[in-house]
């Protein structure tokens, strides 16, 4: 295993997250509310491609306590169709721009550079990226603004990720991925405050591989950098209890518990209501004096 000190540099934890123009306080948990605008997505395909439903969807999740909007216009599915960079702008635009005066930091959720610059100067504070900016331009994209970015671990890509996947070392090697790619973030002029790293749960990871990296998640929020897990309604939580992607809100909200013990900052979620609730429950222990029940790493 590759101790995460091996892979990067010392960090002091990063408290406030800088985010275009907002600075989020991660001392609680925050909910990321998803809002797909694709016809493929594994668990709400279809339901948003209209602009004005998928405003209204992002209006709810806003109302129910999310805490950052996540607009995904192309499904990362393994086996999901390709979009255009034409396409994806015009799925994305009108519910972006429509998002932006409601107050709420909107991520984009993309690996496409043009799609990022466009979203940012259409008011996107977060870039959301399962490639981790390895798209060329992307990079240059997310320094050249004060949007933050989630750089995300995908062993492969989405059409093949989950024939095969294979590791030595899953841990390691996330580890190793992750601090690299924050590294040359920073490097690009990125400062840390704006960087969140995300394991990728279900990318190019099978059921053993998801449950390894949550159980021992610690490792990875020990290099510094916000955590943000993301397991809403995915297929680890169908294996877990044998449920369709409809009926997976209890194994999500017991994974959101999970993931946040062992040093997640952000919960990406399809349910924020429920979440929100399942967190409060958690925080309430530290309100209380009590320090939050921590897993040894
Ligand atoms: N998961 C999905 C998409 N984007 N981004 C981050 N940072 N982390 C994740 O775990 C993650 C992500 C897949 O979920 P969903 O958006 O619901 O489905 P689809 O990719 O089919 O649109």
């Given at each position: 295993m590759v101790?995460?000190s091996?892979?990067?540099?010392?960090l002091?934890?990063v408290?406030i997250?800088r985010?275009?123009?907002y600075?989020?306080?991660?001392?609680?948990p925050?909910?990321?509310?998803?809002?797909?605008?694709?016809h493929?997505?594994?668990?709400d395909?279809g339901?948003?491609?209209?602009?004005?439903?998928?405003?209204?969807?992002a209006r709810?999740?806003?109302?129910a306590?999310?805490?950052i909007?996540d607009l995904?216009?192309?499904s990362?599915?393994?086996?999901a169709?390709?979009?255009?960079e034409?396409?994806e702008?015009?799925r994305?635009l009108?519910?972006l721009e429509?998002?932006v005066?409601?107050g709420r930091?909107v991520s984009v959720?993309t690996?496409?550079?043009?799609?990022?610059r466009?979203?940012?100067?259409a008011?996107?504070?977060m870039v959301?990226?399962?490639?981790?900016?390895?798209?060329?331009?992307?990079l240059?994209?997310v320094a050249?603004?004060?949007a933050?970015?989630?750089l995300?671990h995908?062993?492969?890509?989405?059409?093949?990720?989950q024939?095969?996947p294979q590791?030595?070392?899953?841990?390691?090697e996330?580890?190793a991925f992750?601090?690299?790619?924050?590294?040359?973030?920073r490097?690009a002029?990125?400062?840390?405050?704006r960087?969140v790293?995300?394991?990728?749960?279900?990318f190019g990871?099978?059921?053993?591989h998801?449950?390894?990296?949550l159980?021992?998640?610690?490792s990875i929020?020990?290099?510094?950098?916000p955590?943000l897990?993301?397991l809403s309604?995915k297929s680890?939580?169908?294996?877990i209890t044998?449920?369709?992607?409809g009926d997976r809100?209890a194994?999500s909200?017991a994974?959101a518990?999970i993931?946040?013990?062992?040093g997640?900052?952000?919960?990406r979620?399809h349910d924020?209501?429920?979440t929100?609730?399942?967190?409060a429950?958690?925080?309430?222990?530290?309100?209380?004096g009590?320090l939050p029940i921590?897993d040894a790493?």
């Amino acid at each position: 295993m590759v101790a995460p000190s091996a892979v990067t540099e010392e960090l002091a934890p990063v408290r406030i997250l800088r985010a275009g123009a907002y600075r989020l306080n991660l001392d609680r948990p925050l909910v990321m509310g998803i809002v797909n605008l694709t016809h493929d997505s594994f668990s709400d395909g279809g339901r948003y491609l209209e602009p004005a439903v998928a405003v209204e969807q992002a209006r709810r999740l806003a109302e129910a306590g999310a805490d950052i909007l996540d607009l995904g216009a192309e499904s990362t599915r393994p086996g999901a169709a390709p979009v255009s960079e034409g396409e994806e702008l015009d799925r994305l635009l009108p519910v972006l721009e429509a998002l932006v005066p409601l107050g709420r930091p909107v991520s984009v959720d993309t690996m496409k550079a043009r799609v990022m610059r466009v979203a940012i100067e259409a008011g996107a504070s977060m870039v959301n990226d399962v490639r981790a900016l390895r798209e060329p331009g992307a990079l240059e994209a997310v320094a050249g603004s004060h949007a933050a970015v989630c750089l995300m671990h995908m062993q492969g890509e989405p059409r093949t990720m989950q024939h095969a996947p294979q590791y030595d070392d899953v841990l390691g090697e996330v580890c190793a991925f992750l601090a690299e790619r924050a590294r040359a973030c920073r490097a690009a002029g990125v400062e840390a405050d704006r960087i969140v790293l995300d394991p990728g749960y279900g990318f190019g990871k099978t059921p053993a591989h998801n449950l390894h990296l949550l159980a021992r998640q610690r490792s990875i929020a020990d290099l510094g950098y916000p955590l943000l897990a993301g397991l809403s309604r995915k297929s680890l939580i169908g294996h877990i209890t044998g449920r369709a992607v409809g009926d997976r809100l209890a194994g999500s909200l017991a994974a959101a518990l999970i993931a946040v013990q062992r040093g997640a900052r952000i919960i990406r979620v399809h349910d924020v209501a429920p979440t929100r609730d399942a967190l409060a429950v958690w925080a309430a222990l530290g309100e209380a004096g009590h320090l939050p029940i921590e897993d040894a790493h």
